[in-house]
């Protein structure tokens, strides 16, 4: 696997279901980045994480809890969600955080909530 | 906050015409701006990305320009292809990345 990969690639789940997000980078960077991207929509940050340390919560909502047990993995876990919640979630990578520090992002998940 | 506006939402043009994309943001105090492509069930693609003191960057059939201080850039795709069709996004960076809702591009054979 090469880049950044994320798992699964669709996830269709009640309102009353917990699951999980996963994303993997394999290009040895040291932050970690989920976003959200709604029908037409910007995408918006949702959380950063640099060696494994939150440094950013965007006022999301806490039926989305992060976690990041290293460097190279992150989970978005998910519970008691809303029908405005389904949307594309992307996971990025960057060396570091900070300005000019690349961004390298996966392919998404595509999330439904019923 | 920043606000980073695109248009036109979507654009249909047949093959070999001249693309231009917009690209307009509220706050000039950017340290860079970048253009990225996404398509359909895969991530975002970086094509560009323009320092806050540089005015354009080129590759291949692709040129951005930068107005920092009419807080503008344009995104130009020189004799379009049917493989350009894509949604292009652009974004600014200040203390995080800030996008635009993207301007859809179909190219038509």
């Known amino acids: 696997e090469t880049g950044v990969t994320q798992t699964p690639r669709h996830l269709v789940m009640g309102m009353t279901n917990k699951k999980s997000l996963k994303c993997e980078q394999h290009l040895g960077h040291n932050a970690m980045y989920w976003y959200k991207q709604s029908a037409k929509k910007p995408l918006e940050l949702m959380f950063v994480?640099?060696?494994?340390?939150?440094?950013e919560n965007n006022s999301v909502p806490s039926r989305f809890s992060p976690e990041c047990p290293n460097s190279s993995h992150l989970f978005l876990h998910l519970h008691t969600l809303q029908p405005e919640d389904s949307a594309l979630y992307l996971c990025?990578?960057?060396?570091?955080?900070?300005?000019?520090?690349?961004?390298?992002f996966g392919p998404g998940t595509r999330l439904t909530v019923t | 906050k920043q606000e980073v506006t695109q248009i036109p939402a979507a654009l249909s043009v047949p093959e070999g015409e001249n693309l231009v994309l917009n690209c307009s943001f509220t706050d000039s105090a950017i340290y860079n701006l970048q253009w990225f492509r996404q398509d359909p069930g895969k991530g975002l693609t970086s094509l560009l990305l323009i320092q806050s003191s540089q005015r354009e960057q080129t590759s291949g059939r692709l040129n951005a320009s930068l107005d920092k201080s009419s807080g503008r850039s344009t995104l130009y795709i020189a004799a379009s292809q049917p493989g350009d069709s894509a949604t292009y996004l652009c974004a600014v960076e200040l203390d995080k990345l800030s996008f635009g809702a993207g301007t859809t591009v179909t190219v038509r054979a």
């Open positions: 990025a990578s960057s060396q570091a955080t900070g300005v000019s520090y690349e961004q390298y």
């Open positions: 994480y640099n060696f494994k340390e939150q440094t």
